[in-house]
């Protein structure tokens, strides 16, 4: 269930902050979704105390809380304090591109391009070395300075190709990014005008949901012998596991489901019948109840304890068979 209106954020981020208080080693990943959640649900205050939270208590990612705070208190009208934020990551140059993304969309957001634009060229100068290859990241910083630089009219530069040639999806960069579509439609259709605008900034929110929302959707494994273990104390959940094979084989192929869905940012949480029996006593039910299986994967994967699927082709396989992915469950006519 994904929530979508305000009181569901605001329930499913209160959610996530008990879980913290039961698992303060995983704090961060927990804290930081349940933020999310609040400026979804337009609670900017609550979520800048999580911010200040999370910074009190030596975070390891110190400069992504910094530019998530920055944008969520300049959307509260706190501009000098973000200003300040957004300075300090700048001079900082963290070697993260997720920071400078965020900062350069607050200033994007709130129509400091030139800012804007001189925050995405610091970022990708920094961290794009001539010849080296681009990854998810890098390319997202690249599609945003190419955003930024087409709203200010700048004729194209070797990265704005760059960007150009990375994008895929159904209509082309130079299109999407067209400043002629915001600004020279506006004088005869202020619905299209509004319209486009409103696209632009889907397209932004996709990328924030992404950036601050590091939760995947993870599928539980459990070992062989764990998975022994826990059909002998709890029996009813043998209709859930038919056999340990037959168990892997499913959590390939719904992967694969969900991957050929268009889901992305999947991953794997690793099951064992101690921290199973200890979920189900911190949510007060039997762990005999097989409704409470994907709970503790959602809350597995919320604490940061997925493994990214699928494995590179060069990686062992998640069953831990020690074969080659490819050779294992990665193969292809699996
Ligand atoms: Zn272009
Ligand atoms: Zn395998």
Redesign the pocket.
């Not at 396989?317 to 068979?321: D, E, F, R, V």
């Given at each position: 269930m994904r929530p979508d209106t305000p009181a569901e954020h605001i329930a499913e981020a209160e959610r996530l902050i008990r879980t913290a208080t039961r698992y303060p080693e995983d704090q961060e990943p927990l804290l930081l979704q349940a933020a999310a959640h609040l400026e979804l649900a337009d609670e900017r205050e609550r979520a800048s105390a999580l911010y200040d939270r999370l910074l009190a208590s030596e975070p390891d990612d110190p400069h992504l809380i910094k530019a998530l705070q920055a944008s969520n208190l300049w959307e509260y009208g706190h501009e000098a304090e973000a200003r300040a934020l957004i300075q300090g990551i700048r001079t900082a140059a963290p070697a993260d591109p997720a920071p400078w993304e965020v900062i350069a969309e607050a200033l994007e957001n709130h129509d400091e391009l030139t800012a804007s634009e001189e925050c995405f060229t610091q970022a990708a100068t920094l961290l794009i070395p001539e010849n080296a290859p681009l990854t998810r990241a890098t390319t997202a910083l690249l599609t945003g300075r190419h955003r930024v630089r087409r709203l200010l009219g700048r004729p194209h530069d070797d990265w704005d190709m760059v960007a150009d040639t990375r994008h895929i999806g159904p209509i082309p960069l130079d299109e999407l990014h067209d400043p002629k579509r915001i600004w020279a439609l506006g004088s005869d259709d202020p619905a299209e005008l509004r319209a486009e605008i409103a696209r632009l900034r889907a397209e932004l929110g996709d990328r924030r949901a992404a950036l601050s929302r590091p939760f995947p959707v993870a599928l539980l494994h459990w070992p062989e012998r764990e998975l022994a273990e826990l059909l002998t104390s709890y029996p009813t959940l043998a209709a859930e596991y038919p056999s340990h094979a037959q168990h892997?084989e499913q959590i390939?192929s719904s992967l694969r489901a969900l991957a050929a869905s268009g889901t992305t940012n999947l991953g794997i949480v690793t099951a064992s019948v101690p921290s199973y029996e200890a979920f189900a006593a911190s949510e007060k039910t039997s762990p005999a109840s097989p409704s409470l299986l994907a709970e503790y994967a959602t809350t597995l994967a919320a604490r940061g304890k997925a493994t990214p699927w699928p494995p590179s082709p060069t990686s062992p396989?998640?069953?831990?068979?020690g074969?080659p992915?490819p050779e294992?469950?990665?193969e292809p006519q699996r």
């Open positions: 892997l390939e396989c998640w069953c831990t068979s074969k992915y294992c469950h990665g």
